[in-house]
């Protein structure tokens, strides 16, 4: 929705404080909440000392001169559900740089079985006054996708995976590693994208001495096109991705490596329904290593098992 201009006639709470942001100004206005002749009269002073357009209105340009600070209002909502003793939350952030000139807010009646969310109204507009701040500000709304929305899922996960020097030619180098990620954009439906972020500790198999390749440190963002065929019950036969990792080892020489990888092959078998999965999958990955003052570029096909589990942190 978006603020009205206020000009002569208009009457209401915005006039008002429009009334009282001229007043620190030095207007010496009534805040009645009516636009008059005096209050016309102020509004052209103020414009013609900033240097805005003089018309004796308050419109976007006026209005950020005369509310230049930028505030964030946050709005907490609890929920009790039907039939239920837990209480959901969510919280919602509004940005607003005109204090006093926000959204209305939104509020939710009493739930009536057997809708589990209730229906959500546009009330009149409230004021909330935050301590430090000369003038109220409208709570910004609660959006009602709140009340169905997902954080990111995270995961704990265990992988090995053998990595070839070309197409699948020595020497080749085991690995096993462990690590936690979070998946964002989640859904039960298939055919949609999932960006997934996370870190990884990994040793080759045999953990080598500290001047050799021991434990690896890498952090990676994987974007997933989940389920677009082959999906049938506990098996997801098609989920390619594509991944960027950074990486260094912990022991021994650092050799910072940045890597770009892509992995047609991508299989998972759902091993419970508390999220338990199976992955195999298989690809090229591309690799710049940073070794003393040379860049080594490689390249070589990998596969990989793994294991990984879900849990959620709120």
């Keep these: ?52 357009d003089v018309d004796g209105e308050v419109g976007p340009q006026t209005r950020r001169a005369l509310f230049p600070l930028v505030t964030v209002t946050v709005n907490v909502l609890g929920l009790r559900m039907a039939g239920s003793n837990s209480v959901r939350t969510g919280f919602s952030f509004g940005n607003t740089s005109t204090p006093g000139f926000g959204l209305p807010p939104l509020t939710l009646p009493p739930l009536t079985p057997p809708l589990l969310v209730p229906p959500l109204t546009l009330p009149t507009p409230s004021l909330v006054t935050i301590p430090g701040l000369m003038e109220p500000i409208a709570a910004a709304p609660v959006s009602s996708s709140l009340l169905s929305s997902r954080g990111p899922d995270w995961q704990q996960f265990a992988q090995t995976q053998r990595q070839f020097t070309g197409l699948f030619r020595g020497p080749f180098v085991d690995s096993f590693g462990v690590g936690i990620q979070a998946v964002f954009n989640r859904s039960d439906n298939d055919n949609h994208v999932e960006l997934t972020t996370g870190c990884l500790l990994q040793s080759p198999i045999g953990f080598q001495d500290g001047q050799g390749n021991n434990f690896t440190i890498a952090c990676f963002a994987n974007a997933t096109w989940v389920d677009p065929i082959l999906h049938l019950g506990m098996f997801h036969l098609a989920n390619p991705y594509a991944q960027i990792q950074a990486q260094g080892n912990a022991g021994g020489p650092v050799l910072p490596t940045a890597q770009i990888g892509l992995f047609p092959v991508n299989i998972n078998v759902d091993l419970n329904d508390d999220g338990l999965q199976l992955n195999f999958n298989g690809g090229a990955l591309w690799n710049l290593t940073l070794n003393g003052n040379n860049v080594q570029s490689t390249w070589g096909t990998a596969f990989g098992l793994g294991i990984l589990g879900k849990f959620r942190l709120f």
């Design 1 to 52: 929705m978006a603020l009205r201009i206020l000009r002569a006639g208009c009457k209401g709470e915005d006039v008002r404080v429009i009334q009282k942001a001229l007043n620190r100004h030095g207007a010496g206005l009534d805040p009645d909440g009516d636009f008059g002749n005096h209050t016309r009269d102020a509004v052209i002073s103020f414009q013609q000392d900033n240097g805005l």
